[in-house]
T-cell receptor
Framework: RKEVEQDPGPFNVPEGATVAFNCTYS??????FFWYRQDCRKEPKLLMS???SGNEDGRFTAQLNRASQYISLLIRDSKLSDSATYLC??????????FGSGTRLQVQP | GAVVSQHPSWVICKSGTSVKIECRSL??????MFWYRQFPKQSLMLMAT?????????EQGVEKDKFLINHASLTLSTLTVTSAHPEDSSFYIC???????????FGPGTRLTVL
């Protein structure tokens, strides 16, 4: 079983749609959680950290459920520029990050 | 914000040659740098963790004699792919973590193509 699992997609949504991505992780000792965004042939860029209380940054909302070992990302009012691959990332305490394989989002006009 | 650079951004080489990739933290000191590899349509996979002044820690399945890592200063780590083969063609990305906190800053990556 992979340490971090994501639905690879692609998710094809129209502009303005709301889309949600889910992620599960296997190591219950995981300590910190993130969503990164990766554009084609570029390095990943931190989108937001994920906290147990849930957190929001503009159109983006992230949730963490430690009991279910589940992380989610909600994007509201999708823009064309949101098209990218979204990586669920977990810090398992080894101080290195473990990346999911990513969920590809394509926002269409 | 913290900036990490990588050089070169892309390289094409012949099979059997060695390629060195540099990772630099430009405006902060990085006690730890990480080297990742990403094949097309796959996740980033950690190759090794590099601490300044000590030997790198390699992940299972990564050959330390093939992927030589040197972290000689707090701002520079190098990855040398020795005797590169076509299967080593990949996107190599480094990240650096500063002295405070857990945030990692990624370099722009190096695309290696071995013919």
């Amino acid at each position: 079983r992979k340490e971090v699992e994501q639905d690879p997609g692609p998710f094809n949504v129209p502009e303005g749609a709301t889309v949600a991505f889910n992620c599960t992780y296997s190591n219950s000792a995981s300590q910190s959680f993130f969503w990164y965004r990766q554009d084609c042939r570029k390095e990943p860029k931190l989108l937001m950290s994920v906290y147990s209380s849930g957190n929001e940054d503009g159109r983006f909302t992230a949730q963490l459920n430690r009991a279910s070992q589940y992380i989610s990302l909600l994007i509201r009012d999708s823009k064309l520029s949101d098209s990218a691959t979204y990586l669920c990332v977990v810090n398992t305490g080894r101080r290195a990050l473990t990346f999911g394989s990513g969920t590809r989002l394509q926002v269409q006009p | 914000g913290a900036v990490v650079s990588q050089h070169p951004s892309w390289v094409i080489c012949k099979s059997g040659t060695s390629v060195k990739i540099e990772c630099r933290s430009l405006d902060f000191q990085a006690t730890t740098m990480f080297w990742y590899r990403q094949f097309p349509k796959q996740s980033l996979m950690l190759m090794a963790t590099s601490n300044e002044g000590s030997k790198a820690t390699y992940e299972q399945g990564v050959e330390k004699d093939k992927f030589l890592i040197n972290h000689a200063s707090l701002t520079l780590s190098t990855l040398t792919v020795t005797s590169a083969h076509p299967e080593d063609s990949s996107f190599y990305i480094c990240s650096a973590r500063g002295m405070v906190g857990d945030t990692q800053y990624f370099g722009p990556g190096t695309r290696l193509t071995v013919l």
